[in-house]
């Protein structure tokens, strides 16, 4: 026994931690986001088994995922720029709404119920999911990026969302570039940029909001942000974010927009399951 959990339980916890921290890789290379939907459900089941408090396993959770975020997101984008296709002019204009929106994310987390971190990603997730599976290039809200004023209404909005969420924002702009008419490759692209930009705020903002529940959380948080759970998920997380950046690349953009679709699908499934049940 180790804080009371069984050596047998905390080996399977730190081997599920690590193999969920190299899915998380793959996934914030291939579809440009950091991978918190991976992140989220698996830490909640781990922070269930160590017993740490209902009212707080959720924020924590999402903390927890932000601050993993950092580092595949920054090897994702630094991929994805090497192949010259991420837009460097919509990470400009976003740059600021989107910092904004994740901290106006993260005081709204402090008081909001779990279940609404649930809820908005289902909604986003299952309508990203259709608009990606059946329709294809035909829901489209123009040909080009639209003007500096609403591209920065988006970015606080997406920065808002992805806070909430405890996710890098590539479903987000993903979703939102090619409504606009940038081909997959490019929005998934330009989308992991986006979450340099999120997690690091975002991490920061859960450290702060968690602060006054130190006494209630596990031992090693910083506020929301678990450092076990971060470090058991960093290493592997960093190797195979490159290689799902490649990989990206290498599908047709049809494949990737299908792919894209049944991932969401999935997650939209696993988050509404945890809902009813």
Known sequence: MLAGIPIGDLV???ISLVAAGAITGLLAGVFGVGGGAVIVPILYEVFRVIGVPEDVRMPLCVGTSLAV??????????????????????????????????IAGSYIARFAPADLFKIIFVVVAVF??????????????GKDMPGRVLMTIYGGVIGVLSALMGIGGGQLSSLFMTFYGRPIHQAVATSSGLGVLISIPGALGFIYAGWPKMDVLPPLSLGYVSLIGFILFIPTSIWTAPIGARLAHRLSKRKLEVVFGLFLLLVAARFIWSLVV
Request: hydrophobic share 60%; proline share 4%.
């Open 69 to 102: 975020i950092i580092p595949t997101s920054i090897r994702s984008f630094n991929a994805h720029r090497a192949k010259g296709m991420v837009d460097m002019s919509i990470l400009k204009i976003w740059a600021v709404p989107v910092v904004l929106g994740v």
């Open 128 to 141: 990203s999911a259709l608009r990606l599976l059946f329709a294809s290039d035909r829901w489209q809200l």
């Open 12 to 14: 399977f916890l730190a």
